[in-house]
């Protein structure tokens, strides 16, 4: 008996481990009476050989599918070891682990066994005995499976903290060329559920406190980079749009790893493309913190992020007329445009300039980066540096400069993304 | 050459703050009787625990401190660094000599060397918070073993008794020879005379641990194996994160 379940968790956890969010955070939820709680910012329990975070255990439900999606590892037509876990034996292992302090909560994903509606009732049960008939307030984050009833899906919202739908490749026509039985609408759909269901009860829970939860921590989803050929404006625009439409709390970018080497319809990579898989998560970064809009990150005429340099670089390089910014005088969103200009550092900016006028001194000690923010500011003594050089020799000059220094980071981003890394089931 | 002791107690220690005030003292060192060594030519003397003397001087620091510094006294104390006492005390006499808020004046390294120790404690208790392992006993009881470099079990009392509050826990600092009891009501103080553990690696003995519990030591651990991805090894973050004096609590490892 314990063999054997030893034996599932090894094919199951092995199958889940390419998927990228591992994150616990966001969950308030209190303790009453019963097992465990919710920390906002979420707790690492360990960490592999490989330096990630071990948070939730994340698992499959099963690693039967129906499906034979080309970049998963999980595809029907791939001869591997398959298992499933019943419902009971998944809360007894969340509950084992949870007592013992291994774990946060669990992270349930799945192939789809037989049909959508039966997996995604698989899931929803198992949140559901874990809330309700051992009172457990961890962490319960669920895939929402597409062409599952809504409401299924509603009754999973009301016991886990988080959902998701995987959209995986950007562009419908591309998803439907690499996984014939799959289609945008079909995931936009439970999305679509899933987001009014949370502003819905954000409302309700307003006017009656005892209003039970529906996705508190909110629902994030992930795309798949090079295994389709879009260019990163596609991918950037279609992120935004599910920003502002969906309130989607992250989105995930997972750098294509060829799994299934000898399907035809996928591209042949030397490597997993972690730069730009890295770009794009800064150029998201840029899009919910910075306040830059998609079309000004990637445009027309440079659809595809440069991987020698971040996109915030990049486009001030594209657009020198804007620059220099005076830094005692600027609105606060022209400061955060400056290249060497982080919010913390911006804030204090503004914050630093009602008591005194600001020099290159004051700016090193606030945490600007002078040597790139130097050619893209004005302030008391310092002169513009920018007037007489053209934007791609200082591009040059600036990509020169950072030369070991963007090497050695570059090097630690690919290990802090590591858990970006590949792909292996997703929906 | 002025040397102040007190009974180990936050209290104790706040009453030869009192105590300094009241008698115009002025200490070389204060330390904790557990820690104090003969020192020849030092003056020692023990100032005993005064509970009202502790009261007025925590109320008095409370109005004196921004809202995010109002625990750092504490957490300071619970350093157990031999330098802390006397430092602390120092601060606390700035914060009680100065019209200004003290502790947010990031220029002073006096201040800046206490902020830092209050971020090591900090840590070592978030690290609680995450490497703590239980072992269940056959009377239903959760066991762990820690070994933190500061004294942080006052830290962690109120998170491990809002998450696990269905199920009694123990946690023992094997150092410190003392632990927390929850018995599903409340948390209480213990020093256990008959360890039923193995006192270097706090391992509960055979004869008082649930039969299953190795089941879940076993499963925990395939698991844990299986997530690692080999093409990406990266031991060194590995350490950095889960620093290896946490390793031998860790059934994983
Ligand atoms: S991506 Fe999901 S649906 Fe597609 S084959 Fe893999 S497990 Fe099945």
């Not at chain 1, 774990?103 to 698989?122: A, Y």
């Not at chain 1, 080497?261 to 770009?279: F, I, K, M, T």
């Not at chain 2, 008082?208 to 990406?232: A, C, D």
């Amino acid at each position: 008996m314990n063999d054997k379940l030893a034996q599932k968790l090894k094919i199951l956890a092995d199958a889940a481990k390419y998927d990228v969010s591992c994150s616990s955070s966001g969950s308030k939820r209190k303790n009453s009476g019963g097992l465990g709680n919710g920390v906002a910012a979420g707790i690492c329990h360990s960490f592999t050989e490989d330096g990630r975070c071990v948070s939730l255990l994340k698992i499959l439900m099963t690693n039967h599918c129906i499906y034979d999606c080309a970049y998963c590892v999980n595809r029907q037509s791939n001869d591997r070891p398959r298992a499933a876990f019943t419902v009971d034996e998944l809360v007894e292992l969340t509950i084992g682990f949870y007592r013992r302090n291994y774990i946060e909560g669990l992270f349930l994903s799945s192939g789809v066994r037989k049909n959508p509606d039966f997996t995604m009732e698989q899931l929803m049960l198992v949140a559901k005995k874990l809330r309700t008939e051992q009172r457990y307030n961890g962490y319960i984050h669920l895939k929402a499976i597409p062409g599952a009833s809504p409401e299924l899906i509603r009754m999973a919202g009301l016991y886990a903290d988080r959902l998701s739908v995987n959209i995986e490749i950007p562009t419908n026509n591309q998803l439907q060329r690499l996984a014939p039985e799959k289609n945008h609408q079909s995931v936009m759909l439970p999305m679509n559920q899933i987001n009014k269901g949370i502003i819905q009860n954000k409302e309700e829970r307003k006017k009656f406190r005892r209003t039970p939860l529906f996705t508190p921590a909110g629902q994030s989803t992930q795309l798949i980079v090079g295994a389709s050929p879009e260019s990163d404006q596609q991918i950037l625009h279609l992120a935004s749009g599910l920003y502002q439409a969906q309130h989607l709390k992250r989105v995930y970018y997972s750098g294509y790893l060829p799994v299934n080497d000898y399907d035809q319809r996928l591209p042949a990579l030397p490597e997993p493309p972690l730069v730009r898989e890295h770009r794009l998560y800064q150029s998201d970064w840029l899009m919910r913190f910075y306040g830059y809009q998609a079309g000004e990150i990637v445009t027309q005429s440079h659809p595809n992020l440069d991987l020698e340099i971040d996109p915030k670089l990049s486009y001030a390089l594209r657009n020198m007329h804007i620059f220099p910014i005076d830094i005692n005088k600027a609105d606060y969103e022209m400061i955060l445009r400056i290249p060497g200009v982080g919010v913390q550092s911006a804030q204090r900016i503004v914050a630093a300039r009602r008591h005194r006028r600001l020099n290159s001194h004051h700016l090193k000690k606030l945490g600007v980066v002078m040597k790139r923010a130097r050619y893209f500011i004005t302030c008391n003594e310092l002169p513009a540096y920018l007037r007489d050089i053209s934007s791609e020799t200082l591009r040059r000059h600036l990509i020169l400069e950072s030369k070991s220094k963007y090497r050695k980071s570059a090097d630690t981003q690919l290990s802090l993304f590591s858990q970006n890394f590949a792909v292996s089931v997703q929906h | 050459m002025l040397i102040l002791t007190f009974d180990n107690t936050f209290e104790g220690f706040l009453s030869v703050v009192f105590t300094c005030y009241a008698e115009k003292l002025i200490p070389h060192d204060i330390l904790p009787t557990n820690h104090f060594q003969e020192k020849l030519f030092a003056e020692v003397r023990h100032i005993d625990t005064n509970i009202v003397h502790t009261e007025r001087v925590w109320a008095g620091l409370q109005k004196k401190l921004n809202r995010r510094a109002k625990e750092m006294p504490y957490r300071i104390f619970l350093s157990e660094m031999p330098e802390a006492y006397i430092r602390l005390y120092k601060y606390i006499r700035r914060v009680f000599d100065t019209n200004a808020y003290v502790d947010s004046d990031w220029g002073d390294p006096h201040v800046m060397e206490l902020r830092k120790l209050d971020r090591e404690v900090t840590r070592e208790a978030m690290r609680m918070l995450q490497f703590i392992r239980f072992e269940k006993t056959k009377d239903n009881i959760y066991f762990a073993p820690i070994e933190p470099r500061h004294n942080v079990i006052p830290l962690i009392i109120n998170h491990f008794k809002s998450r696990f509050s269905d199920q009694q826990w123990l946690i023992y600092d094997l150092k410190r020879d003392y632990g927390i009891f929850f018995d599903l009501k409340k948390v209480e103080e213990i020093t256990l005379n008959n360890k039923q553990f193995d006192e270097i690696r706090g391992r509960l003995n055979t004869n008082v641990v649930m039969e299953n519990e190795s089941t879940y030591q076993r499963l925990w651990k395939n698991y844990f194996q299986s997530i690692n991805i080999k093409e990406r090894c990266n031991k060194k973050l590995q350490r950095q994160h889960m620093p290896q004096r946490f390793w031998k609590f860790l059934p994983e490892k």
